[in-house]
């Protein structure tokens, strides 16, 4: 398939810059495959289209305080410094700006030298791998100098950085938010439990790939980014228990859906404890495993994430969704509103 076939003209303005102040209060689009029709409602409306025995599929990793402003040490040049993924204890790959002016050996000092990194690797795609030296607790260290790595497109500061958190982040170690989970709040849980609803964590931290723009023409040609993925054999247990039972694993977000999609397709549809690197890259015609529907945000054009909603709803059907959602007004992206696919 072609690029081409995934693009939309998106208005700027409909580019969500803040998150709303209830985190259930952004739209929601129902799209039902099997009526072929497309229902407006808010993310409060939400569990009218879940049943009992039904399980939600829940992200719970944790977006670290990944970005960090320091200086070079002799010169004084400021460099900004992006966490991508810890190696050891205290090696990391990083991105760095400007790149030219770290090269092995380079020290940087953050904080006044509450934090040093020392540059011992360059990496193909111009990243780096440093070694950190600091007193104390590395993630008290980075709470207290690092911030939190909002996506390009958000140029607003954001005032409450909980707001790039699910309510229900647990796990640290993302460098971006799964953001279809930010519209849940603990009421909203307790209700779904209340109605029945099983609530499974898987956790796959989101790396800075999510961003990463398909260059080719050809989508078969798009080399996927790896993302490190885990899931208990306890919250295992719940979702394969509900296929059994017939319900409906409902993943939250396409980092959940790639997570189970992963471990469904290396176990022949079986839902079972694993962990590992998974660069899955899902589009049309893929056939699904495990997942029989998913809330999801509205992104970007001709991104990898369209590719991933348009292979479980539709590339057409998905089209004429984003189309409506535009004309009505929704917001896009990380702060905005939500699509329910069932």
């Not at 700027?12 to 952004?26: C, D, W, Y």
Request: glycine content about 8%; aromatic content about 10%.
């Amino acid at each position: 398939m072609k690029i081409e076939d995934f693009d939309f003209d998106l208005p700027e303005h409909l580019i969500a810059q803040t998150p709303l102040k209830n985190r259930a209060a952004s739209k929601l689009l129902v799209m039902n495959r099997e009526e072929n029709s497309m229902t407006h409602r808010h993310f409060n409306n939400v569990l009218d289209y879940l049943n009992p025995g039904d399980c939600l599929v829940l992200n719970n990793t944790k977006v670290l305080p990944a970005r960090l402003y320091g200086v070079k040490e002799g010169t004084g040049a400021k460099i900004e410094l992006l966490l991508l993924h810890q190696r050891e204890l205290n090696e990391w790959e990083v991105l760095v700006k400007p790149a030219k002016k770290v090269k092995i050996g380079t020290r940087i000092f953050f904080g006044e030298g509450k934090l040093v990194a020392t540059c011992t690797e360059i990496q193909e795609h111009g990243g780096r791998v440093v070694q950190f030296e600091y007193q104390g607790i590395f993630l008290e260290v980075l709470t207290e100098l690092g911030e939190m790595p909002l996506p390009p497109y958000i140029k607003e500061q954001l005032t409450d950085q909980n707001r790039y958190q699910t309510v229900y982040a647990e796990a640290e170690g993302s460098a971006a938010a799964p953001t279809a989970g930010l519209h849940f709040t603990e009421d909203l849980l307790a209700a779904a439990r209340d109605k029945g609803i099983e609530i499974a964590f898987v956790t796959l931290h989101v790396g800075l790939g999510t961003f990463r723009p398909v260059s080719v023409d050809q989508i078969e040609d798009h080399d996927m980014h790896s993302e490190f993925y885990h899931l208990s054999p306890a919250e295992a247990e719940k979702m394969q228990r509900t296929k059994e039972n017939g319900g409906r694993l409902i993943a939250v977000g396409t980092t959940s859906t790639r997570t189970i999609e992963t471990i469904a397709a290396e176990h022949k549809g079986e839902i079972v404890a694993a962990k590992g690197w998974t660069s899955i890259f899902i589009y049309p015609p893929y056939q699904f495993k495990a997942i029989d529907g998913m809330i999801t945000n509205f992104h970007l054009p001709k991104s990898t994430l369209v590719m991933l909603v348009s292979a479980l709803a539709g590339r057409e059907f998905v089209m004429e969704a984003y189309q409506s959602a535009i004309e009505n007004n929704y917001r896009f992206f990380s702060f905005g509103d939500a699509m329910l696919i069932i």
